[in-house]
């Protein structure tokens, strides 16, 4: 009898354990396809697609550090809704550049609005060469937003910013 005993709790705990194992399997087989950055690669990316002007005045550690704190900033603030009916999550194009600035003055990092915002426009760059980020075109975006019904009366203007479009040092001084 004991020996019964034992076979049946061993069946019931290999079951429980091949429930759990296979829900454990199944929300992992759910989850998107995991993208693996290499920090050497990203930088030599940005410091080849840097703008000349930029490159002269950062040196590869501070590069590495706006880097970071770009990448710090979208692990932040971007983050995928529970639900796919969950309403879209829209960011403007500024928002990255001034918590970045704000960051680089916390940590003391010497860098200009234009080059914060044209090493954040190359990590973009990279990120999404890499697959790691998908940024949709702002008039498909606006377009969506539109037929959804999520825009109010007065939002219909530019919602985002086109990804050419990069405020100036001055801009961001008079925004604050």
Known sequence: ???????????LIAVVAFVFVGHAVGATESMPAQVVIDVEES???????????VTASLSYDDLRRLLRLHLEWIQAY???PASRDAAPIVFEQFDPLAYVMERCHVIHLEVTAEEAAAVIQAHSDYLQVAGALHIDDPVEVKA????????????TDN??????????????RNDQ
Do not use: K, R, Y
Request: glycine residues 6%; charged residues 15%.
């Open 159 to 172: 919602p985002v910013l086109p990804a050419t479009e990069t405020p100036d040092e001055d801009t961001f």
């Open 144 to 155: 969506d937003l539109s037929s959804m019904g999520l825009l109010g009366a007065g939002e």
């Open 43 to 53: 930088v030599e990316f940005c410091a080849q697609a840097l703008p000349d002007h």
């Open 1 to 11: 009898m004991l020996i019964v005993a034992a076979v049946v709790a061993v069946a």
């Open 78 to 80: 971007h983050w995928a």
